[in-house]
């Protein structure tokens, strides 16, 4: 792994392609074109958003899971 954390990445080249649409000297393609790449680097940041939250909501479940599951192997 690379340290790098998905969601900032994706972030950095959003801004970067929001960025090439903002200057307005671009070919009608070309325009089209990253207008697609920003629709996609959004879903994918929506998608790295959405499994952080379910992995966050997931965590505290599991931990109440694994000290219920301890208490009855040490009850009495």
Same mark, same amino acid.
């Given at each position: 792994? $690379?340290?790098?954390? &998905?969601? #900032?990445d994706?972030?950095?080249r959003? +801004? #970067? $392609?929001a960025? @090439?649409? @903002? $200057?307005?000297?671009? +070919? &009608? +393609? #070309? %325009? *089209?074109?990253?207008?697609?790449?920003? =629709?996609?680097? %959004?879903? +994918? %940041?929506?998608?790295?958003?959405?499994? @952080?939250?379910? *992995? *966050? =909501?997931? =965590? &505290?479940?599991?931990?109440?899971? =694994?000290? %219920?599951? #301890?208490?009855?192997?040490?009850? &009495?």
């Amino acid at each position: 792994m $690379t340290g790098v954390d &998905p969601l #900032q990445d994706l972030t950095d080249r959003l +801004e #970067q $392609t929001a960025a @090439r649409l @903002r $200057t307005g000297d671009l +070919e &009608p +393609e #070309q %325009a *089209a074109r990253l207008v697609e790449d920003c =629709a996609r680097l %959004a879903g +994918e %940041a929506a998608s790295e958003l959405d499994r @952080r939250v379910r *992995a *966050a =909501a997931d =965590a &505290p479940a599991r931990g109440a899971a =694994a000290s %219920a599951g #301890q208490g009855e192997l040490l009850a &009495p």
